[in-house]
């Protein structure tokens, strides 16, 4: 990797992932270039090319890894937007060219496949890292900034949910993977809610959960729940489901002296799809009737949120690059995480 300039990066994906959440920021980070972008959809192809002129489109990761050994092209970053089941495969091409990876969670489809990954980059001498993007929610933010300064005492109960109706499914690899290539709701909103938790309480000692399929010939729970006892002494009780006819709070903690509940997503993937760009003065400011409210049953005050901040991922990690700091995520972490989801599959 060059000492200075921008850090030359591929997107490999143009779904959801590639489109919605990594060409925007790293399109907006003066650290980067979006060097290319990999999708064999013809459709995405013409999107990707139309919205970021100066990226090439290539069709494949075989003409992508093909153009790097021919000389013909040279990059420092590549970003595993596809499906979980491909990143194990496309880490370790990425890694035997030299080249550092962010891969989207869910990571991969197991915690053996992580760790062997965390080995292979260490091998490489190249970073590794997971796209946990909800650690820079604005909501979630705003609760860390809440227990760090002690406004609800000591916490008891952590309630944290990703719920929404969507019968029709995703419309992508989501409504087909199996559990075993790393599908299913736990795998995917899971590695979110977990990870949360774990940031916000600490290790976790005891494991228990549930998962539910509804629709006849799915290959993946589309419904979840996860309870997790702290080291700590907390409980978090995590929900996952896309078939909420209607949906809870996204998140209700109970401490000593006061709770706090806030209802709604973080805006920062609407705001994202419908073209907002991250260095919009308005992006990730959570309006006032979406504030949570902290206090008790009869005397609440709503609290002004945190703004959301996706686009810090990238900037951490391009000092982790330039400057040897930590990554924005230690894939450790997301391995944690994994070891969670297998044990609740397990036990189904």
């Known amino acids: 990797m060059r000492d200075a300039g921008l850090l030359r990066t591929a997107v490999l994906g143009f ?21 290319v972008i990999v999708t064999a959809n013809p459709a995405r192809a013409g999107l990707a090319a139309h919205s970021y002129p100066g990226a090439r489109i290539i069709g494949t990761a075989e003409e992508l890894f093909a153009a790097l050994d ?21 880490a370790n091409e990425a890694f035997a060219r030299g080249l550092n990876v962010v891969a989207d969670k869910p990571f991969v489809p197991t915690s053996a496949e992580g760790e062997i990954l965390i080995g292979r980059a260490a091998e490489a001498g190249v970073m590794l890292t997971v796209f946990q993007n909800r650690r820079w929610d604005a909501d979630y933010l705003t609760l860390r900034r809440l227990l760090d300064e002690g406004a609800l005492g000591q916490v008891r109960s952590f309630e944290s949910r990703f719920e929404w109706w969507m019968p029709e499914g995703f419309g992508n690899w989501r409504d087909e993977v199996t559990v075993v290539e790393g599908g299913g709701i736990l795998h995917d909103l899971g590695a979110h809610l977990i990870d949360q938790a774990i940031e916000l309480f600490g290790p976790v000692s005891e494991t228990y959960g549930e998962t ?39 998140f209700h903690v109970l401490g000593s002296t006061a709770g706090y509940t806030k209802w709604g997503l973080d805006g920062q993937e609407a705001a994202l799809a419908a073209g907002m760009l991250p260095t919009d003065e308005k992006y990730g400011v959570e309006p006032e009737n979406r504030w949570g409210l902290l206090g008790v049953d009869g005397g609440t005050v709503p609290i002004p949120a945190e703004r959301g901040r996706y686009p810090a991922f990238y900037a951490l990690l ?8 930590p990554p924005p995520v230690d894939p450790a972490q997301s391995v944690e995480v994994l070891r969670i989801i297998e044990k609740i599959h397990g036990a189904g």
């Open 318 to 325: 391009a000092a982790a690059l330039r400057d040897g700091t």
């Open 70 to 90: 021919s000389g013909e092209l040279e990059l420092d970053l590549v970003v595993l937007g596809t499906p979980p089941g491909t990143h194990v495969e496309l």
């Open 212 to 250: 539910a399929l509804h629709t006849p010939g799915s290959g993946a729970d589309q419904d979840s729940f996860v309870s997790l006892q702290h080291r700590s002494g907390v409980r978090s009780r995590l929900w996952m489901n896309g078939l909420a006819a209607q949906v809870g709070a996204r």
């Open 15 to 35: 779904g959801v992932s590639g489109k919605v959440f990594h060409a925007p920021l790293i399109e907006a980070d003066p650290g980067y270039s979006l060097d």
